[in-house]
């Protein structure tokens, strides 16, 4: 627009100010990998108060990002949209069938010549239905061990304890799990993919951190958090459709446009996947009270956005929030970040003694998640059901 002053950021320094300005930490390594943003594939940065400085950054044809979605699109899936589903394919496959062959598209970090833009053009086997999950795992796998070799590498070349990751393959809920291992404190932003990097063009102009209070950020449908009908529809009906107050930003459902669902039900996996109709592989991820997230679950850190796939320490009484590999991808909350979320799960813990629910996202099969009233209404037609509002 004319007379509007315009000011533009690289790709890389745009993820890398959307996660060390809503960090909160003031000296962190700052690692940004995807797939590719103008010739980059990954970055590495340290923040120290304000500043942000570059240490590092890969080049094309080198990339993380590229790597896994090559192999997302010869497994038949969409690259660049369905990676997530490859991801909990994983879990389901054997890693060391087809390891030494994906391994060798991805040998070291630096060593990887092969141009993954094209998709993988040289394999040379059958791909039969349990190969497909045999080859996720091996491709999860390699790239969690990647992953592993550069985090680790960069604590000790630039000294810091504190980590923010972003770009897209902060989404890898499965490999971000490690970073704990390695790190005292790690944030992802959670919208850490393009789509969130807006926000992070933003706050490079601004120059300075932002004072994040959580990602209740998107359209306001109003109205106090309908506490009261979500309990009784869980005693009742077991399921319960939410739509209420902000929309989330960025790709997950914590609370404000979410289907919560009894997890102590074996049954109620199923029942969900009837109204959302995907993929019976996929598993539904749990919310829990923070205080009580340790007992469930083996992790010592809070997961606010469902970016962590800890072990479940007791699948056999929450079986339809737990993977085959016996992981969850959990959201803790407490009550300063989401008080109605939390009344609810206070409530269900005392009636029940399981401070857990299922929280899935609330939208139509294959599009987004739900945001204002005409969304709310579509949704109410589609499935022929109503939402909690
Ligand atoms: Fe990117």
């Given at each position: 627009?004319?007379?509007?002053?315009?000011?533009?950021?690289?790709?890389?320094?745009?993820?890398?100010?959307?996660?060390?300005?809503?960090?909160?930490?003031?000296?962190?390594?700052?690692?940004?990998?995807?797939?590719?943003?103008?010739?980059?594939?990954?970055?590495?940065?340290?923040?120290?108060?304000?500043?942000?400085?570059?240490?590092?950054?890969?080049?094309?044809?080198?990339?993380?990002?590229?790597?896994?979605?090559?192999?997302?699109?010869?497994?038949?899936?969409?690259?660049?949209?369905?990676?997530?589903?490859?991801?909990?394919?994983?879990?389901?496959?054997?890693?060391?069938?087809?390891?030494?062959?994906?391994?060798?598209?991805?040998?070291?970090?630096?060593?990887?010549?092969?141009?993954?833009?094209?998709?993988?053009?040289?394999?040379?086997?059958?791909?039969?239905?349990?190969?497909?999950?045999?080859?996720?795992?091996?491709?999860?796998?390699?790239?969690?061990?990647?992953?592993w070799d550069i985090m680790c590498s960069y604590k000790v070349e630039t000294g810091k304890e504190n980590l923010v990751f972003m770009g897209g393959c902060a989404l890898n809920s499965k490999a971000n799990t490690m970073l704990w291992k390695i790190f005292k404190n790690v944030w992802i932003m959670p919208n850490p993919g393009d789509a969130g990097s807006a926000l992070g063009a933003a706050a490079a102009l601004y120059g300075k951190h932002l004072d994040w209070q959580g990602p209740y950020l998107g359209h306001d449908l109003g109205g106090e958090y309908p506490v009261d009908k979500i309990v009784n529809a869980l005693i009742v009906d077991k399921i319960a459709p939410v739509a209420s107050g902000r929309a989330e930003y960025g790709p997950r459902a914590l609370g404000n446009r979410s289907i919560l669902a009894d997890p102590r039900d074996p049954d109620i996996k199923d029942k969900v996947n009837l109204i959302k109709k995907r993929e019976l592989f996929r598993p539904f991820a749990p919310v829990v009270m923070e205080e009580h997230a340790s007992e469930w679950f083996d992790m010592s850190y809070a997961s606010p956005y469902m970016q962590y796939t800890p072990r479940c320490l007791k699948p056999e009484l929450i079986p339809s929030v737990v993977h085959a590999d016996g992981t969850s991808r959990v959201q803790t909350v407490n009550a300063k970040q989401h008080p109605g979320l939390y009344e609810v799960l206070s409530r269900w813990y005392t009636l029940t003694g399981v401070p857990v629910l299922l929280n899935t996202s609330l939208n139509i099969k294959g599009q987004p998640i739900l945001n204002d009233e005409l969304d709310v209404e579509a949704w109410r037609q589609h499935y022929k059901r109503e939402i909690i509002k």
């Amino acid at each position: 627009m004319r007379g509007i002053p315009v000011k533009s950021f690289k790709h890389h320094y745009s993820h890398a100010a959307a996660g060390y300005y809503t960090s909160g930490m003031t000296d962190a390594l700052i690692v940004v990998l995807d797939a590719i943003g103008e010739f980059d594939t990954g970055s590495v940065w340290v923040g120290e108060g304000e500043q942000i400085k570059l240490v590092e950054k890969m080049k094309y044809p080198f990339s993380f990002g590229l790597f896994y979605s090559a192999f997302t699109d010869l497994l038949g899936l969409k690259a660049n949209e369905e990676e997530y589903i490859m991801m909990g394919m994983a879990a389901y496959g054997d890693s060391k069938r087809y390891w030494k062959k994906v391994n060798s598209y991805f040998p070291w970090v630096g060593k990887q010549k092969y141009n993954f833009h094209q998709g993988i053009t040289d394999w040379d086997e059958p791909i039969d239905e349990q190969a497909k999950f045999d080859i996720a795992a091996a491709v999860q796998a390699v790239y969690e061990q990647r992953l592993w070799d550069i985090m680790c590498s960069y604590k000790v070349e630039t000294g810091k304890e504190n980590l923010v990751f972003m770009g897209g393959c902060a989404l890898n809920s499965k490999a971000n799990t490690m970073l704990w291992k390695i790190f005292k404190n790690v944030w992802i932003m959670p919208n850490p993919g393009d789509a969130g990097s807006a926000l992070g063009a933003a706050a490079a102009l601004y120059g300075k951190h932002l004072d994040w209070q959580g990602p209740y950020l998107g359209h306001d449908l109003g109205g106090e958090y309908p506490v009261d009908k979500i309990v009784n529809a869980l005693i009742v009906d077991k399921i319960a459709p939410v739509a209420s107050g902000r929309a989330e930003y960025g790709p997950r459902a914590l609370g404000n446009r979410s289907i919560l669902a009894d997890p102590r039900d074996p049954d109620i996996k199923d029942k969900v996947n009837l109204i959302k109709k995907r993929e019976l592989f996929r598993p539904f991820a749990p919310v829990v009270m923070e205080e009580h997230a340790s007992e469930w679950f083996d992790m010592s850190y809070a997961s606010p956005y469902m970016q962590y796939t800890p072990r479940c320490l007791k699948p056999e009484l929450i079986p339809s929030v737990v993977h085959a590999d016996g992981t969850s991808r959990v959201q803790t909350v407490n009550a300063k970040q989401h008080p109605g979320l939390y009344e609810v799960l206070s409530r269900w813990y005392t009636l029940t003694g399981v401070p857990v629910l299922l929280n899935t996202s609330l939208n139509i099969k294959g599009q987004p998640i739900l945001n204002d009233e005409l969304d709310v209404e579509a949704w109410r037609q589609h499935y022929k059901r109503e939402i909690i509002k």
